[in-house]
């Protein structure tokens, strides 16, 4: 069976570094690319980028390029979205999804709730 | 890369047909047949109803399809069902390996 397995929710005061994972099961993770998606609480999905961790090729969406860094360890089928230094503004859940079907973002995970709070 | 357009809300009763629109540019939806539609329960993750277009996931009732003209793709939800009310998304490959979204359709039943 298919699955993302992320980490658990997160709270940190402006300025902080996080790194949040996502670990697959179930397929070869190596062979496909993860992305990942933010959603501030109550609003829309927004692509942030995508990684494929066989060869750690990564994409960005201009909107996070600069922001965020995502990376990949395939030897433990994980990947990762990490931040320097984490702003208000950072807090929402983030979901990683893996594309295996269709360019389509296929399975997801549960999502990682991340709140940044003085 | 801007959001694709989607209505806020679409509202039906049990058993009739809906249809939401997602309006990209020649740069996403009109240039690859590429778009994918997600269902969200509130708490929950965003789950694929269709993808290429028109194409159903294994287990996904084919009360839902897909399809697309021009800039402009659409997902209609025949045979409304109390369980289809949520959030639904639809996403477009952009090109060089990047994706949109559009910002959410509010389903009422």
């Known amino acids: 069976e298919v699955q993302l397995v992320q980490s658990g929710a997160e709270v940190k005061k402006p300025g902080e570094s996080l790194k949040i994972s996502c670990k697959g099961f179930g397929y070869i993770f190596a062979s496909y690319w993860v992305g990942w998606v933010r959603q501030v609480p109550g609003k829309g999905l927004e692509w942030m980028g995508n990684i494929y961790p066989g060869d750690s090729d990564t994409r960005y969406s201009p909107s996070f390029q600069g922001q965020v860094t995502i990376s990949a360890d395939e030897s433990i089928n994980t990947a990762y979205l990490q931040w320097t230094s984490l702003a208000a503004s950072d807090t929402a859940i983030y979901y990683c999804a893996s594309q295996r079907t269709g360019n389509s973002f296929d399975y997801w995970g549960q999502g990682t709730l991340v709140s940044v709070s003085s | 890369q801007s959001a694709l357009t989607q209505p806020a809300s679409v509202s039906g009763s049990p058993g009739q047909s809906i249809t939401i629109s997602c309006t990209g540019t020649r740069g996403d939806v009109g240039n690859y047949y590429l778009v994918s539609w997600y269902q969200q329960h509130p708490g929950k993750a965003p789950k694929i109803m269709i993808y290429?277009?028109?194409k159903r996931p294994s287990g996904v009732s084919n009360r839902f399809s897909g399809a697309k003209s021009g800039n402009t793709a659409s997902l209609t939800i025949s045979g409304l069902q109390a369980e289809d009310e949520g959030d639904y998304f639809c996403c477009s490959y952009a090109g060089s390996t990047t994706w949109v979204f559009g910002g959410g359709t509010k389903v009422t039943v």
């Open positions: 290429e277009v028109d």
